[in-house]
């Protein structure tokens, strides 16, 4: 029985783009850029300046106009706006002080934003556990999906990023189901490679060949009767790890683009007890992008 896929056309009108002005966040502004060029998109590049410290003892706030950290943001962000490859895109930088998921979350409603962009700096593991996470509070709480380019995504090439070859990792779950219009469309739109991939615990079963063939007939499912017209869907199945396994499939079809859904979480540090969840480890060692959706 063929499963109900939402028909929904992609339209990305307002891209948020933090950055801290990174090489990280360098590397993530061409997707911006190439986004807001095929959608035409306003660009809202962001930085978002910490609150400032507590201090012990009553002072006078220090104004906020005379503070280096915010002068050297306006600075960065002005010399940003002026590159060349944005004198083509209607954009209009951001600039605010206070808490980062109160600032973003601010600024997604109050611009009207449905996509953010963002370069991750990849901490994992104990690593990540000490320092937290950014892209993982921001990808888990936003409304809409987030593109995050990790550190192993190669950045050194000039041309415009394309997504041609799209994976997108299943366990057949609500957050998962949310993801897949995503990638049917962004499919549909580059006329793509499209890849299903399921993967199956490593536990004991009688005949891992029919355990197979049905979580296939699943995958084969999931793509609506027209979609050979425009896309050429494969479908992977493995009995791996989900995290290390979808970063091997996505080397393994040369992927352009992760396509996967995430749990939602309501509270800041509420993921900060999955330290080594699939999402983080994927997003922190992918060679390609991961776009989330939040289901």
């Known amino acids: 029985m063929l499963a109900t896929v939402p028909n929904i056309r992609l339209q990305f009108n307002n891209i948020l783009f933090p950055t801290d002005f990174s090489v990280f966040s360098e590397a993530a502004l061409p997707y911006a850029e190439a986004l807001a060029r095929r959608y035409e998109a306003t660009l809202y590049p962001a930085h978002i300046v910490p609150p400032e410290p507590y201090h012990?003892?009553?002072?006078?706030?220090?104004p906020v106009t005379l503070d280096?950290?915010?002068?050297a943001a306006e600075e960065s962000l002005a010399k940003l706006a002026s590159l060349e490859e944005l004198k083509d895109i209607h954009h209009q930088v951001l600039l605010k002080q206070g808490?980062?998921?109160?600032?973003?979350s601010?600024?997604?409603?109050?611009?009207?934003?449905?996509?953010?962009?963002?370069?991750?700096?990849?901490r994992t593991g104990l690593s990540r556990l000490a320092m937290g996470s950014v892209a993982e509070e921001i990808y888990r709480r936003a409304s809409c999906p987030v593109l995050c380019v990790g550190p192993k995504v190669p950045h050194e090439s000039k041309l415009a990023p394309e997504f041609r070859r799209i994976l997108f990792p299943t366990d057949f779950s609500e957050a998962s189901r949310a993801a897949l219009p995503y990638a049917l469309t962004l499919a549909e739109e580059s006329q793509a490679r499209l890849v299903l991939l399921h993967l199956i615990p490593l536990v004991p079963v009688a005949d891992r060949e029919v355990v197979k063939a049905v979580a296939i007939e699943k995958l084969k499912a999931l793509i609506p009767p027209d979609a050979s017209a425009w896309c050429t869907p494969e479908f992977d199945v493995r009995f791996e790890f989900p995290a290390e396994a979808i970063v091997r499939a996505a080397t393994r079809h040369h992927s352009d683009v992760i396509v996967m859904g995430v749990q939602q979480?309501?509270?800041?540090?509420a993921v900060s007890h999955l330290p080594w969840a699939t999402?983080?480890?994927?997003?922190?060692?992918?060679p390609c992008p991961v776009l989330t959706v939040r289901g």
């Open 56 to 62: 012990a003892l009553p002072m006078e706030p220090f």
């Open 99 to 104: 808490p980062l998921w109160e600032v973003i």
């Open 106 to 122: 601010t600024m997604v409603e109050k611009n009207r934003v449905d996509l953010i962009v963002l370069g991750t700096h990849g």
């Open 265 to 269: 979480n309501g509270h800041a540090r």
């Open 279 to 286: 999402a983080t480890e994927v997003v922190a060692t992918a």
């Open 68 to 71: 280096y950290t915010w002068h």
